[in-house]
């Protein structure tokens, strides 16, 4: 049964920075691509970043490209999503999820495109 667990979440001023962190169990780890969401408060789900199974390649949604960078440690089966430059707009639940297949790319920016899905951690950003 395939798990995931993110960490890392938490209260930050504009300007600060965090990293989170996603733990996954159950299958191995380093075959499958990997990608972090979030969902502010009454909005939809949307992309957030993408990495494939090797981490070889990723993908950014516009608005966090120069300021969030995912990567992953296959020998911790861990992904991270650093956030640097944070932004009150950046308040939300950040997930991070899995795709289905194996040798995924970092193309699958659709939630559609994930199978398995963390609970979650809250990101919080004041200004």
């Known amino acids: 049964q395939v798990q995931l667990v993110e960490s890392g979440g938490g209260l930050v001023q504009a300007g600060g920075s965090l990293r989170l962190s996603c733990a996954a169990s159950g299958r191995t780890f380093s075959n499958y691509a990997m990608g972090w969401f979030r969902q502010p408060v009454g909005k939809e789900r949307e992309f957030v970043a993408a990495i494939n199974w090797s981490g070889g390649s990723t993908n950014y949604a516009d608005s966090m490209k120069g300021r969030f960078t995912i990567s992953r440690d296959n020998a911790k089966n861990t992904v991270y999503l650093q956030m640097n430059s944070l932004k009150p707009e950046d308040t939300a639940v950040y997930y991070c999820?899995?795709?289905?297949?194996?040798?995924?790319?970092?193309?699958?920016?659709?939630?559609?495109?994930?199978?398995?899905w963390g609970q979650g951690t809250q990101v919080t950003v004041s200004s």
């Open positions: 999820a899995t795709t289905q297949t194996r040798f995924g790319s970092s193309r699958s920016t659709s939630q559609y495109d994930y199978a398995y």
